[in-house]
């Protein structure tokens, strides 16, 4: 159980830096007060449990068709989804992020969506591998981190010391890759 946790909790993380980086951003700008903040992390979070619990229901859905290849499955979207974020770091552009007008509702709610699409796709994945207990977990450490994480980017593109959201986002890929790894070798080596 303790090793399913820590599995949670780096998914949790690395699910966050794209919300940490998104945050960050906004907390850049002017118009990031301590409420904003609150509502930003809130909506980030809400969505990155959202989505991933939706995904797992699809998972759940199909896993009786697709169990003789589910790590082949988790292994390659957790995979893609970790290299593709890895990518998106190594090229990020904090200038060309820095249009986010985060104080309109439907901005938020597209940032929200937007940091929170690889979530849904890592749902699936978990969806076959876990119970429904397990994904509540999961859902529910998710959201937990990205509100953490949304929260401190926020007040740190506030302060203006933080942590590159280019680092963000390529040590988030690299955790998604290697959990991904770990579930195929785990399969393959049981």
Avoid at 86 to 102: A, I, Q
Avoid at 137 to 155: E, H, K, R
Wanted: aromatic share 14%.
């Amino acid at each position: 159980m303790i090793g399913f946790i820590f599995s949670a909790l780096f998914l949790g993380i690395a699910l966050s830096m794209d919300s940490l980086a998104v945050s960050i951003t906004c907390g850049l700008q002017k118009a990031m007060t301590k409420k904003r903040a609150l509502i930003l992390a809130s909506s980030f979070a809400f969505f990155q449990g959202l989505f991933p619990l939706l995904g797992a229901l699809i998972g759940d859905f199909s896993k009786e068709y697709i169990q003789i290849i589910d790590h082949w499955i988790a292994f390659g979207l957790l995979s893609v989804i970790g290299l593709k974020m890895f990518l998106e770091g190594y090229r990020y552009n904090l200038k060309e992020c820095m249009l986010y007008d985060f104080t309109k509702t439907s901005v938020l709610i597209t940032l929200s969506i937007a940091t929170s699409i690889d979530a849904f796709i890592v749902g699936i994945g978990f969806g076959l591998e876990y119970s429904l207990y397990q994904q509540l977990i999961i859902v529910g450490i998710i959201a937990l981190c990205t509100f953490i994480f949304s929260l401190m980017g926020a007040f740190m593109g506030m302060k203006a010391y933080f942590i590159k959201p280019k680092l963000a986002l390529i040590f988030g890929g690299s955790i998604l890759f290697g959990l991904g790894l770990k579930i195929l070798l785990e399969h393959l080596l049981a």
